[in-house]
């Protein structure tokens, strides 16, 4: 049974986020090398937990380990960000195809909000969690909550490359019209125009990325 009392986050798990959010902002980058003393010192912990914490983002994909080079921010091949991304398309189309027929007006308000939000000048630095507040917004009415969670995991690992990739291409007013023909979409009940367009959507980001991941 659920005590409705918070989960108590152990050092491990606030080390594990720091670091996480340091790669997902860029500034820990793929192949970098993690210098686990200095870092240490750094949040002002033991070696303990901060190993710990590495197990954790190796587990998610974030971190490599090996036993010559010590942990390594992980880097992503194209063949690997095409994977996801395949992967992406059929989870989401699936769960927006359940959550379209349960949405209620609540979900289509918190739609809208967190499009206004992402018209906002400041959002380049939010762009991932507020991209992903969407995204998840859109598919909560399906009831799936653990292939949401498997959905979250990938967008987690593509969304530093993202990042640069909106920005070189200045992507925004692309992604913002797609998201607002979704919602549009999703107040209609039109089941096959949204699913269309988040497979266009999908499909246009990925190749958007795979292209500036070609010339780095």
Request: glycine share 6%; charged share 30%; net charge positive.
């Amino acid at each position: 049974m659920d005590s409705g009392l918070p989960v108590k986050r152990t050092i491990a798990d606030q080390v594990a986020e720091l670091v996480r959010q340091r790669i997902l902002t860029g500034q820990l980058k793929g192949g970098q090398p993690i210098r686990q003393e200095h870092l240490a010192t750094e949040l002002g912990v033991s070696r303990i937990p901060l190993r710990e914490a590495l197990k954790q983002l190796a587990a998610e994909g974030f971190v490599t380990i090996t036993s010559h080079k010590g942990a390594v921010v992980a880097e992503l091949s194209i063949a690997e960000v095409e994977e996801l991304f395949d992967i992406r398309l059929k989870l989401e189309t699936w769960l927006l195809q359940l959550a379209i027929p349960a949405m209620i007006e609540r979900d289509l308000a918190a739609l809208e909000k967190n499009l206004e939000e992402q018209r906002r000048p400041d959002i380049l630095p939010r762009w991932g969690d507020v991209n992903w507040r969407f995204h998840e917004v859109m598919y909560l009415p399906a009831g799936r909550p653990i292939t949401l969670k498997l959905l979250k995991n990938i967008h987690d690992k593509i969304d530093r490359y993202l990042r640069l990739e909106v920005t070189m291409r200045s992507g925004f007013d692309r992604a913002l019209r797609e998201h607002d023909g979704l919602i549009a979409f999703c107040r209609s009940r039109d089941v096959p125009a949204a699913v269309s367009l988040l497979e266009r959507h999908i499909r246009d980001t990925a190749r958007g990325l795979i292209a500036s991941l070609k010339v780095q």
